[in-house]
């Protein structure tokens, strides 16, 4: 005889079409690379899954919210092992129903709550909390017991809760992380498992995989070396890739590789999660990364997106070069910074008028982020101008830690650098350098706060009517200037924006509202536009295309509160745009590979975007 319990799951087992035979190769491992999972890509009703979206394996996006659904793991999840299950999780949200299929009755207090009372029970418990780093845990436990919760919260309160699961509350998330560690949010690759990378891969419960953020932790933010405590930048990369892009959490891998640390007090941190000796470089890091790029291919596929992050200088333009031509890869410190970053000056631009080839720049900084933006602006004046880019270039000036970028300086500058060594005398200082070059648009990317001292701004605000200042350093201590020094120094001439968040800020009686130049505004959106297009390669034109694309959201009334970037609260509406320009021009370069191309691309882009809102189960 059956008990009732085994009748239930016979009954959800071979419920769907097919269910059991899916359900037995999970059981015995089947389903590799890019393959099966629990259960078919196909579904209960055998069809594909949206195209392009992060894969739908437990047919939930083709179902209407009035629809029932199972909640599968390897077998169906249910009592107490569904409560501690945090992708078919809903706590004291299940139902009286619900609760009696599936063994909750007595493991959960008899009030029933809605998502929304719990979503405000939640934020209630968030606001209690004064110190940024409590609010970051509480977010990363509530993540690892309720997804869709986590989610919904992210969602709904953007604005609020963006600085706490990313910059500048995860920069001391990270410079914390060996003792806030609590359980694998990614996987950690170290020089120790050399030879078993792919095996490693595997060990990863989803196979689906369709976006890694990857980091070895030697730049983090402005902090520098954290080594493998740089995780918390992957899991929050990732995050806002499913809050603000709407991929699917379980397509999404964080990964930290360690090849050891330079900085000397993790070394001697006695909680220090990492390998404890000095960074590995040469030829020993270079063959382990190609074992892992490769490794991905094999594991993943071809149109698995690897997200490369707070790598060092010397490193990721290196590797950016290197596997840009054979995988789909994409670096946010160079590209996605640039790509943000040209699209607020395009945006300034429209607000004050001019155009980007009448502006003179000047960049403090001259490392990943600062070369990568001037080259992206290089590239759009280029497309502008019709000019070759060897001459757009020679409108951008750098100054780096020895002074401004001259061509008297070539034989000792890296490789990097040489393109933006113009015919010049030698420049010692920024104000000295301001005051020659009599730049239109400042931008900070040097990862040194104060720098944009008084007399710096001063010069800006003497040279021009409305100069463009560009604070893009995290986290805000950091930052080259704050905003209230910008305004204030300007005499409120400055159209300004940041890397961190800042506070409004009231000068003669006219409030200011600071942008966030975020990285958050293009790679959720750009990372989205890649996968619905099947796209296999990232091209410089996509990157124009993105910026382009989130220029025109910003509107006159967020010009006349000193906006360059529209609202986070339309974040998600911003990202199907800036997804729909990216695979458009995917498909126009004859990179893309889902076929046929939709008809509409924004709607397309926002039918395949995760919903967290709780589903009811059979």
Known sequence: MISLRGRHLLRLVFGCGGGWRRLRAAAMGGGGGGGDSAVSEAGCNGKAGPGGGTGDAYGEDRATEDQLITPWTVSVASGYNLLRDPHHNKGSAFNEKERDAHYLRGLLPPAILSQELQEKRLMHTLRQYEVPLQRYMALMDLQERNEKLFYKLLIDHVEELLPVVYTPTVGEACQKYGSIYRRPQGLFISLKDKGKILEILKNWPERNIQVIVVTDGERILGLGDLGCQGMGIPVGKLSLYTA????????????????????????????????????????????????????????????????????????????LAKYRHTHLAFNDDIQGTASVVL????????????????????????????????????????????????????????????????????????????????????????????????????????????????????????????????ALSNPTSQSECTAEEAYTWTQGKAIFAS??????????????????????????????????????????????????????????????????????????????RIAASVAAKAYELGLASHLPRPNDLVKYAESCMYSPVYRNYR
């Open 244 to 319: 603000l892009g709407g991929l699917r959490p379980s397509a999404c891998l964080p990964i930290t590789i360690d090849v050891g640390t330079n900085n000397e007090e993790l070394l001697k941190d006695e909680f220090y999660i990492g390998l404890r000796h000095k960074r590995a470089t040469g030829q020993e890091y270079a063959e382990l990364l190609d074992e892992f790029m490769y490794a991905v291919k094999q594991n993943y596929g071809e149109k698995v997106l690897v997200q490369f992050e707070d790598f060092g200088n010397h490193n990721a333009f290196e590797l």
């Open 343 to 470: 699209a607020g000056l395009i945006s300034a631009l429209r607000a004050i008028g001019g155009k980007l080839a009448e502006q003179k720049f000047l960049f403090l900084g001259a490392g990943e982020a600062g070369t990568g933006i001037a080259e992206l602006i290089a590239l759009e004046m280029s497309k502008q101008t019709k000019a070759p880019v060897e001459e757009t270039r020679k409108k951008i000036w750098l100054v780096d830690s020895k002074g401004l970028i001259v061509r008297s300086r070539l034989e000792s500058l890296q490789h990097f650098k040489k393109p933006w060594a113009h015919e010049h005398e030698p420049v010692k200082t920024l104000l000295e350098a301001v005051e020659a070059i009599k730049p239109t648009v400042l931008i900070g990317s040097s990862g040194m706060g104060k720098t944009f001292t008084k007399e710096v701004l001063e010069a800006m605000a003497s040279l021009n009517e409305k100069p463009i200042i560009l």
């Open 499 to 576: 890397g961190s968040p800042f506070d409004p800020v009231n000068y003669n009686g006219k409030t200011y509202v600071p942008g966030q130049a975020n990285n958050a505004y293009i790679f959720p959106g750009f990372g989205l536009g890649l996968i619905i297009s099947g796209a296999i390669r990232v091209n410089d034109d996509m990157l124009l295309a993105a910026s382009e694309a989130l220029a025109t959201q910003a509107t006159p009334e967020n010009f006349k509160k000193g906006l360059i970037y529209p609202p986070f609260s339309n974040i998600r509406k911003i990202s199907a």
